[in-house]
């Protein structure tokens, strides 16, 4: 009998070997059926600051979604502090972004954001890979001051920040917009699934996003249109691709590694265990 899976996505660069697997039947072929959503409807109004009311996690909750992507550090805090679901493995790109200033900024180098308000969206990919950077420069982790917009161009442009951690298509349109790149950002997702999801289905996402990878890997001339559906012709040609390696299994080693790193900074109340977060036995 053919599974019915609800999928949330971000509409962004990075997602879209996902809607690649449902246009050319790679989920149907895996006995699925599937219900693909490519954004919110609250749209930039429901990028809340507190992530459990954000429109996946509430529909994840409510057992109203089956499988929606996430930066890596957000699905270990999300199936921690939600209580529900599990990461059945990391997600199929490897993501990108920039940290931004206005053409008219006097900022010049990433250590100079010490104590600098950077806009980013609270405890996602961007919050996270943000930090990162901002330490590699120098800056103590005491001294860096993000600050949650719900719409992060927006908070750059109007001035209400100095900066802005931004991806895909928000990175091209600050471009556009004359907005100067500092540093560039890099951070894996993880696809977290519903309690309901077992081992057959999670493979059959994984077996059928990779082929989705791999289509886009050997269709070079649409795959720049396909992954950055979001920006205009023009833009596509210079915008800022994900780097596409695969959705790949969740190792113990990695998933401590990024514990290890929250626990240290107190994004993490307290250490999960990989066995109650990640669907080790599922795989």
């Not at 921690?80 to 206005?102: E, K, P, W, Y």
């Not at 695969?246 to 626990?263: D, I, L, T």
Request: with cysteine.
């Amino acid at each position: 009998m053919t599974r019915t899976i609800r999928i949330q996505s971000d509409s962004n660069a990075h997602d879209r070997p996902w809607r690649v697997a449902v246009e050319r039947g790679y989920f149907r072929d895996e006995g699925l059926a599937i219900e693909y959503h490519e954004d919110n409807p609250k749209g930039t109004a429901g990028r809340v600051q507190n992530f459990s009311e954000r429109w996946k996690e509430t529909q994840l909750s409510h057992g109203e979604l089956e499988v929606y992507p996430v930066c890596e550090w957000g699905a270990i805090e999300r199936v921690q502090q939600l209580g529900h679901g599990r990461i059945i493995g990391l997600d199929c790109t490897m993501r990108t972004g920039a940290i931004v200033v206005r053409s008219d900024s006097k900022i010049t180098d990433v250590a100079q954001l010490r104590n600098v308000p950077v806009a980013v969206t609270w405890h996602a990919g961007t919050f996270y890979a943000a930090i990162e950077v901002l330490e590699a420069a120098g800056i103590p982790y005491g001294e860096i001051r993000l600050v949650h917009a719900n719409d992060r161009l927006a908070a750059l442009l109007s001035g209400e920040t100095e900066a802005a951690a931004l991806m895909e298509p928000l990175v091209s349109r600050a471009y556009t917009a004359g907005a100067r790149k500092l540093a560039d950002l890099r951070w894996r997702g993880g696809i977290v699934a519903g309690d309901d999801v077992d081992e057959e289905t999670a493979q059959k996402i994984m077996r059928a996003l990779n082929r989705a990878v791999g289509w886009l890997r050997e269709n070079e001339d649409r795959s720049r249109t396909e992954l950055l559906r979001d920006l205009t012709p023009a833009q596509q040609k210079t915008g800022l691709l994900p780097e596409l390696i695969g959705a790949q299994p969740y190792q113990a080693a990695e998933f401590n590694e990024k514990v290890s790193w929250m626990m240290q900074r107190r994004l993490l109340d307290q250490a999960p265990a990989y066995d109650e977060i990640v669907a080790a036995d599922k795989r």
